[in-house]
Nanobody, 129 residues
Framework: QVQLVESGGGSVQAGGSLRLTCAAS????????MAWFRQAPGKEREGVAY?????????IYVDSVKGRFTISRDNAKNTVYLQMNSLKPEDTAMYYC?????????????????????WGQGTQVTVSS
């Protein structure tokens, strides 16, 4: 089993920045690919960013966050980060960390939530205009 705990959410004004942290524990290692998802009230869960296992050389972003968000990982700390800059009100959502059991998922499915085996409880991000 893998446990994921997110932190770093909060309330910021548009244009501000936040860094989310996902700490993994349990039967995990640097081989798991991981991702960040978000869900706004009344909307479906959306994949935001993906990073492959190992050195994290394969990274995917949803179009709406490209150039603003950066996903990274520190395998020594079993931690994945999401640096969010130039935040917009439409980024307001609960953000979830997710992990797979594999090094990399099938290309094209990186932001599909059905690829992920483990989920955190989420951290709220609120961006005001």
């Amino acid at each position: 089993q893998v446990q994921l705990v997110e932190s770093g959410g909060g309330s910021v004004q548009a244009g501000g920045s936040l860094r989310l942290t996902c700490a993994a524990s349990g039967n995990t290692g640097s081989t798991n690919s991981m991702a960040w998802f978000r869900q706004a009230p009344g909307k479906e869960r959306e994949g935001v960013a993906y990073i492959s296992g190992g050195g994290g050389g394969w990274i995917i972003y949803v179009d709406s966050v490209k150039g603003r968000f950066t996903i990274s990982r520190d395998n020594a700390k079993n931690t994945v980060y999401l640096q969010m800059n130039s935040l917009k009100p439409e980024d307001t959502a609960m953000y979830y960390c997710a992990a797979t059991r594999v090094w990399a998922v099938v290309p094209g499915s990186e932001l599909s939530d059905n690829r992920y085996n483990y989920w955190g409880q989420g951290t709220q991000v609120t961006v005001s205009s």
